[in-house]
C-alpha cells in the first residue's frame, strides 16, 4: 500500500470510528434520527474514500466518486432538518470541491472529513 493510500485507509478507519462511537444524541427519537444520519454518512465518505483511494491517480474517477458523494449527502440532508441538515450539507459542499478531481487536495479533503463527522456528531447533541 502506498503511503497516500495508508493515509486514507487510516483516515477512513479514524472517520469510521469515531461516527460509530458517538452516543449521545438528546431523545431517543432524535439519537435514532441522528444515529442513521451518521452511519449514512459515514457510508458515504467510506464509499467516497474507497472509490479514491482505488483510483487515486485518476482525476476523473475521483471527480466522480466525490460528485456522487455530494449528491448522495444533499438527498441525505434533505431527510433532516436544523443542525443536522447543516452539517450534512457542509459535508456535501466538501465533497463539491473535490469534483474537479483535485488529486493534490484529496489528503487534505480526507482530513477534513473528520471535522464534518464532528459536525454531524454535534448537530445531535
Same mark, same amino acid.
Given at each position: =500500500?502506498?503511503?497516500?493510500?495508508?493515509?486514507? $485507509? @487510516? +483516515?477512513?478507519?479514524?472517520?469510521?470510528?469515531?461516527?460509530?462511537?458517538?452516543?449521545?444524541?438528546? $431523545?431517543?427519537?432524535?439519537? @435514532?434520527?441522528?444515529? %442513521?444520519? +451518521?452511519?449514512?454518512?459515514?457510508?458515504? =465518505?467510506?464509499?467516497?474514500?474507497?472509490?479514491? %483511494?482505488?483510483?487515486?491517480?485518476?482525476?476523473?474517477?475521483?471527480?466522480?466518486?466525490?460528485?456522487?458523494?455530494?449528491?448522495?449527502?444533499?438527498?441525505?440532508?434533505?431527510?433532516?432538518?436544523?443542525?443536522?441538515?447543516?452539517?450534512?450539507?457542509?459535508?456535501?459542499?466538501?465533497?463539491?470541491? =473535490?469534483?474537479?478531481?483535485?488529486?493534490?487536495?484529496?489528503?487534505?479533503?480526507?482530513?477534513? =472529513?473528520?471535522?464534518?463527522?464532528?459536525?454531524?456528531?454535534?448537530?445531535?447533541?
Amino acid at each position: =500500500m502506498t503511503p497516500p493510500r495508508r493515509r486514507l $485507509a @487510516v +483516515a477512513a478507519a479514524t472517520l469510521t470510528l469515531a461516527v460509530l462511537t458517538t452516543t449521545g444524541c438528546g $431523545a431517543l427519537g432524535q439519537a @435514532v434520527d441522528c444515529n %442513521t444520519a +451518521a452511519n449514512e454518512a459515514t457510508k458515504i =465518505m467510506t464509499d467516497w474514500s474507497s472509490e479514491v %483511494t482505488k483510483n487515486a491517480t485518476d482525476t476523473k474517477a475521483v471527480g466522480e466518486a466525490s460528485k456522487t458523494a455530494a449528491d448522495k449527502t444533499k438527498e441525505l440532508a434533505g431527510k433532516y432538518d436544523g443542525d443536522v441538515a447543516a452539517a450534512l450539507n457542509d459535508l456535501a459542499a466538501g465533497f463539491q470541491t =473535490m469534483e474537479k478531481g483535485d488529486l493534490n487536495g484529496v489528503t487534505e479533503f480526507t482530513g477534513k =472529513m473528520n471535522g464534518f463527522a464532528q459536525k454531524i456528531t454535534a448537530a445531535c447533541s
